[in-house]
C-alpha cells in the first residue's frame, strides 16, 4: 500500500516536469507559440501518459487505505466506523 503512494508520487512529479519546460512570453508572435508547440508535442504526450497513470495508481492508493482507516476509525471511537459511533455518557 506504501508502494503505491510513492509511485503515485513519482509519477505525479515526473509527469508534472516534462510538461514542456519555459514556454514563450505570453505577448510573443504566434509562431513563438507555434514553434513551442511543434517542439514539446512528445514532452505533452509523455506528461498525459504518465498523469494518467498517477490518477490510476491514486485510485488504487485510495482503495487500499480507506478499509484501514475505516478500522482505525472503528476502534479509536467505537461503532463500525462509518462516523456514527455510539453515544456516550458525560460524568
Known amino acids: ?8 508520487a513519482l509519477l505525479f512529479v515526473v509527469g508534472w516536469l516534462t ?11 504566434d509562431q513563438d507559440w507555434t514553434n513551442w508547440a511543434s517542439d514539446n508535442q512528445w514532452n505533452g504526450r509523455i506528461s498525459a501518459f504518465l498523469m494518467l497513470l ?13 478499509p484501514r482507516r475505516l478500522r482505525w476509525r472503528r476502534d479509536r471511537h467505537g461503532g463500525n ?6 453515544a456516550r455518557r458525560r460524568e
Open 1 to 8: 500500500m506504501a508502494l503505491s503512494g510513492v509511485v503515485f
Open 19 to 29: 510538461t514542456g519546460g519555459v514556454t514563450p512570453h505570453y505577448d510573443a508572435p
Open 54 to 66: 498517477a490518477g490510476f495508481v491514486f485510485l488504487y492508493f485510495i482503495g487500499a487505505i480507506r
Open 81 to 86: 466506523g462509518d462516523g456514527v459511533g455510539h
